[in-house]
């Protein structure tokens, strides 16, 4: 059975700073790449970033490039994301997808297995 358990949320002030962890099991880490993407209330689901099996990564805007930060640690089978200087956009329901491809996709879609998400507040 996959699973893909995300912690790391909670409520932070405006310029604060967050690191969001996701564990998989029940799939070979190593071959998946991995995305974070993020949600509001009656928005579609919008990706944040992604990072390969090879660990190229990619950022869905610039200013997400400038604050966020993700990175892989295969030995754990463990995805971080580290945010800083939160803003209150930021404020969302944060999840993780794991797709097999060596090359990550800033496409939803393009994922087989999720988390069961963990909320950001940024508070101002």
């Known amino acids: 059975e996959v699973q893909l358990v995300e912690s790391g949320g909670g409520l932070v002030q405006v310029g604060g700073s967050l690191r969001l962890s996701c564990v998989a099991s029940?799939?070979?880490?190593?071959?998946?790449?991995i995305g974070w993407f993020r949600q509001v209330p009656g928005k579609e689901r919008g990706a944040v970033s992604c990072?390969?099996?090879?660990?190229?990564?990619g950022y869905f805007t610039d200013s997400m490039k400038a604050r966020f930060r993700i990175s892989r640690d295969n030995a754990k089978n463990t995805l971080y994301l580290q945010i800083n200087n939160l803003k209150p956009e930021d404020t969302a329901f944060y999840c993780?997808?794991?797709?097999?491809?060596?090359?990550?996709?800033?496409?939803?879609?393009?994922?087989?297995?999720w988390g069961q998400g963990t909320q950001i507040t940024v508070s101002s």
């Open positions: 993780y997808g794991a797709a097999l491809s060596a090359i990550c996709s800033l496409a939803h879609r393009k994922y087989d297995y």
């Open positions: 029940g799939i070979t880490f190593d071959d998946y790449a």
């Open positions: 990072i390969g099996s090879s660990g190229g990564s």
